[in-house]
């Protein structure tokens, strides 16, 4: 009788968050975003889109970021439309090796593999790999030395008016990873959370390069190994094609999240100056949170 009892109230309680949350507008989600955010000291952008009712939410969407390793997605869908132009194929094998040049004044540089987020591919130095095993690393482990070989292949300016051709204003790649007399001379990689929603977007509609690349990447883009801010609060049956990003102060993420009803939204989180990148990664994977929970709410309306 007692357990019938509290089990009823629990429902009750329940039922009436639902009820209560399910109001929640737009701008009700924005400023419970912004609660968050002031929680952690640092600058943050937020873009968010919902891709069935085109709603979307925007806090610093124009501010400019170090693009860290969220670059690496623009340097995928250039690979992308140069291999559906025939330029290439992705089955084609590259030699890797580890000499760069700056693009300051061409001096050569090479890549720390301490420094990057996948040290293998140091072993194969001299070796061949596919240009398609390249970007998957590129993508998943985020190797520094698949992009830098990548940004060769396809040229850096290619990747920035590919940008611009797709609505992306601002974005800016310049240069591979690590190029350090560029860095000194501000010559750096450059995103917007705007300008990421809008190819991710284009992602998820099919419209980057065309349908077929467009899912050909997404699938890429679902094996991020990577998971600690957008997935790092979701349920596992929700799917994130996503690429992070994070240099000194600055921690990012940014893709599509497909849930199992068939929704899908773009989320973009940004950040730099942050004094603590640990607090910092845990409250922008509640800020996923709250957007996933937002979502649910308006399907169960």
């Keep these: 009788m007692i357990r019938s009892f509290l089990i009823g109230m ?16 737009i701008a009700q989600l924005k400023q419970r975003i912004i609660d968050s955010l002031d929680q952690e000291k640092g600058i943050f952008a ?11 939410l925007f806090i610093n969407e124009h501010e400019l970021f170090h693009a860290a390793s969220t ?6 869908i250039e690979l992308f439309k140069q291999s559906t132009a025939k330029k290439f194929s992705l089955s084609d094998s590259i030699t890797i090796k580890n000499e760069f040049k700056s693009i300051v004044d061409s001096s050569v540089f090479k890549l720390d593999s301490a420094d990057d987020g996948e040290t293998d591919l140091y072993k194969h130095i001299g070796e061949k790999q596919s240009i398609s095993n390249l970007a998957y690393r590129m993508i998943t482990l985020s190797s520094n030395l698949s992009t830098n070989l990548l940004i060769e292949l396809v040229n850096a300016k290619n990747v920035t008016q590919t940008m611009r051709d797709m609505g992306a204003k601002d974005i800016q790649v310049l240069r591979g990873v690590e190029d350090n007399k560029a860095y000194e001379k501000g010559l750096n990689n450059m995103v917007t959370a705007f300008d990421l929603m809008i190819i991710y977007e284009a992602l998820a509609t099919g419209k980057a390069v ?48 497909f ?25 922008m994977a509640g800020v996923s949170e709250v957007v996933y929970e937002y979502e649910l709410l308006i399907d169960s309306k």
């Excluded at 190994?225 to 921690?251: D, M, Q, Y």
């Design 210 to 257: 065309n349908d077929g690349a467009s899912e050909a990447m997404i699938r890429i883009l679902l094996d991020q190994k990577f998971n600690e801010v957008i997935p790092g609060r979701l349920p596992k049956n929700v799917k994130v094609a996503h690429k992070t990003g994070s240099f000194k102060t600055v921690h990012h993420d940014s893709g599509i999240v």
């Design 46 to 56: 937020v873009a968010f889109k919902d891709l069935s009712t085109g709603k979307v």
């Design 259 to 283: 849930l199992p009803n068939g929704k899908k939204y773009v989320l973009v989180l940004l950040s730099k100056n942050l004094e603590d990148d640990d607090a910092a990664v845990k409250m």
């Design 71 to 76: 670059m690496k997605t623009p340097v995928l």
């Design 10 to 25: 629990c429902v009750m309680m329940m039922g009436y968050k639902i009820s209560a949350q399910s109001k929640m507008s």
